[in-house]
Every structure is written in C-alpha cells, then in structure tokens.
C-alpha cells in the first residue's frame, strides 16, 4: 500500500468514525459545533505565558473522545502529523523571549521556553477538539450543522466537497505512481519527474472534474447540501452546550491549578 493511499485510509477513519452509535453521535451536531467553537475562542483568550491555567480545559476533549469512544491512537497519529506546523510558529520564541520568567529550585526558565510550551498546548487542544468533533459528527453532518447555524451555503459545500473529492484526487495520484513505478522497475520518482506527474495529475483531475460535475446536473444538483436524517435539538443538546460552556467561563477566569496549589499548601488569601 503506498503513502497515499495509507494517507487517505487515515482521513477516511475519522469519517468512519463518526458512523458509529455512541452517546456522542447521538448529540445534534450544531450542539457540538457551538461548543467547539466557544471552546477554541476561550482557549486562544488566554495570556502568552498561560500553561497551567489551559491544563483543564483538556477534559474536553478527553471526556467527548471517551462519550463516543473513540480510538486514542489514530487520533494521536493525525495530531503528530500537523504538530511540526506548531513547531515552527514557537520554535523562535525561545531565542527571542530569554528573560528569565520562573525559577524551578536552581533553574530559571525564560519567557520563551514558557510561552512555546503554551502554543503547543494550544495547539493540541484545539486541534485535539477538532478531531474530535468530526469523528463525532462526520463531515456530511458537520457541514450540514455549519448550514443550520447560518453559514453561507456555498462555503459549507465547498468544505464537504473538498474532503469528498481529496479521495478523488488521492486516487488518481495513486494510480499514476502506481503506472510509473511498474513502468520504471520500481524506481522512485527524481525531482525532475515530480513536475510531468504533477501536471498530468492536473488534466486528469480536470477531466474528472467535468465528468463528475455533468453526473451532478444531471442528477439535479442545484448547489444546495441535503441531509438524509433531520435531527431535532433536544433538551439533552441545551445542557451540553450551556455546561460546558459554563465549565470554560470558569476555567477561563479561576486558575484552577493554582488554586488547588494554594488550597493544599494553605496560601488561599
């Protein structure tokens, strides 16, 4: 199996995922889009320096992974492979911030080892919680949420179209690789040879594209996503949002570590 055809196995499962009956994709999913979203603008409010004060909020993801029993590995896998993007957002930022900012016994730890470490964290419950939510809704049901909740029709379709059809293009790459390494004895491709390939991949992708877009009209696509189930939101979807939503207000504005720290050491003022 090659590389990409391994690449869209992984970004199919999260699809697959969601297929699932569990207390999770039982929620309406506008239900979780809210959330998620209160919980992304909460998580980037915070200060540059804040690291303890984000570690709770990671019981969002973990309790909602754990509601739909979702797979721990693959969604740690798709984590690691954005991670080397967040790497390189905070990987000057020790460099640049060398003030000394805390002091662990002996060791004074600078502004910018601290504010790196809260950019990956950030990074991972954001990220974190967005794998999540389409493993619990699935990208048909997401986009079509994204369309209940006002977001232009011609955005939500072009999101869903853009996941559907990567499989599309995947194939074909595969395919083209596949035909080059038989042709070539197994050898890989050269740097020069990425550009022919790269440009066939391009007038294949376009002829497909007009076929697959007569095949639409002629079926009666008018631009407008359609959901085969109807969800209807339910009191059950109303405490979810309005708890957790409560839960990140408090996180957001009560260090909850330090008060712990505080409450067990006796320093509560």
């Known amino acids: 199996m090659s590389r990409i055809d391994v690449a869209l196995r992984d970004l199919r499962s999260l699809d697959d995922l969601a297929r699932r009956d569990s207390p999770l994709t039982r929620l309406d999913a506008r239900a979780q889009v809210i959330t998620t979203l209160v919980f992304s603008v909460v998580v980037v409010s915070f200060d540059r320096y804040a690291v303890s004060a984000l570690l ?35 990987l000057f930022n020790p460099l640049l911030d060398r003030a000394p ?20 964290l950030r990074f991972a419950l954001t990220v974190g919680s967005a794998l999540v939510l389409i493993a619990g809704t699935g990208m048909h049901e997401l986009c079509a949420a994204l369309g209940r909740l006002g977001v232009p029709g011609v955005f939500t379709a072009q999101l869903l179209f853009l996941f559907r059809y990567s499989f599309v293009l995947g194939g074909e790459a595969s395919s083209m690789m596949t035909a080059y390494e038989l042709r070539s004895g197994g050898r890989r491709p050269g740097v020069n040879d990425y550009g022919r390939l790269a440009g066939h991949l391009l007038l294949r992708a376009f002829e497909r594209a007009q076929r697959i877009h007569r095949a639409m009209i002629a079926r009666g696509f008018d631009g407008e996503l359609r959901s085969a189930t109807s969800r209807i939101w339910t009191r059950r979807d109303t405490v979810f949002v309005l708890g957790w939503c409560a839960f990140f207000l408090v996180v957001r504005w009560v260090n909850i570590p330090q008060w712990l720290g505080q409450a067990v050491t006796g320093q509560l003022p």
Do not use: H, N
């Open 101 to 120: 900012l805390l002091t662990l016994g002996e060791f004074a730890i600078a502004g910018g080892w601290v504010s790196f470490a809260s950019i990956m």
């Open 56 to 90: 709770p909020l990671a019981l969002y993801p973990i309790s909602l992974a754990a509601l739909g029993d979702l797979p721990a590995r693959p969604l740690l896998r798709k984590l690691a492979i954005a991670a080397p993007f967040a790497l390189l957002v905070g």
